[in-house]
């Protein structure tokens, strides 16, 4: 059983602060298993009581996960004055205090993202320690060489000295190419890539660990996981 105040409560499970949700209990908006309370610190069973707001029952849950296809053209950020971020896509009832993408993608970068606001699932995801794989598909400026497999697999040396891990690079066709890498180093693709003399014209993640981006998905799309999917990127 765990308790919790009103207020934080109702915060924590919508897109309201915690002074618009004491707002709310002020305006008798929130009622808890059917009654108005006036005290936003009232304690709340997050097990067996109900709370609803404006009419709406509110079903808790700790943490959310959502798996987004991010578009190009929006920044990997809670909060920023000049460009949209990946939260400002969410749609208004899946937003709720607290939430932040698990790692960056880069602007122009597509593909899978996770938004959550279970802080230690990001941190153990984003750990050197845990090696979490990610694979990406990466379009370069013209058609690889074969030796691209073998530089992957002995570890790429950055333009600045850098030594990468070893990762794995997989030819599709065309200028195509899969990259599995277990490290998250800023621009690490394109930096790999040009440190071979490629230059990287997108950039799509695909998978993280052995969570990977739905089948069929495009740029944009989101949807809720359940922890247990989300749990997928420690397989
Ligand atoms: N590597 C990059 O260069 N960019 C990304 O967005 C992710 C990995």
Request: aromatic content about 6%; glycine content about 8%.
């Amino acid at each position: 059983m765990m308790k919790e105040r009103l207020d934080k409560y109702v915060s924590s499970q919508t897109a309201l602060s915690r002074k618009e949700a004491q707002k709310a209990i002020k305006e008798k908006r929130v009622l808890l298993n059917g009654t108005v309370v006036r005290a936003a610190d009232t304690k709340v069973d997050t097990e067996c009581d109900s709370v609803s707001l404006d009419g709406q029952p509110l079903t808790y849950q700790e943490y959310v996960y959502y798996m987004m296809d991010k578009p190009g053209g929006v920044v990997s950020a809670t909060k920023d004055s000049q460009e949209r971020t990946v939260l400002d896509l969410l749609p208004p009832e899946w937003r709720r205090d607290g939430l932040f993408p698990a790692g960056r993608l880069d602007k122009d970068t597509t593909g899978l993202l996770l938004i959550t606001d279970d802080g230690e699932f990001a941190h153990r995801m984003l750990s050197p320690k845990k090696h979490v794989q990610k694979r990406y598909i990466a379009t370069l400026d013209r058609e690889p060489d074969d030796s691209i497999v073998a530089a992957f697999e002995a570890g790429i040396v950055l333009g600045d000295g850098t030594v990468c891990k070893s990762g794995q690079a997989e030819i599709l066709g065309g200028c195509r190419v899969a990259v599995v890498i277990s490290e998250g180093k800023y621009h690490q693709v394109k930096r790999m890539f040009a440190a071979l003399g490629y230059h990287v014209e997108a950039l799509r993640r695909v998978r993280i660990g052995g969570l990977a981006l739905d089948e069929g998905s495009k740029p944009g799309e989101v949807r809720v996981l359940t922890a247990e999917e989300a749990a997928a990127v420690f397989d």
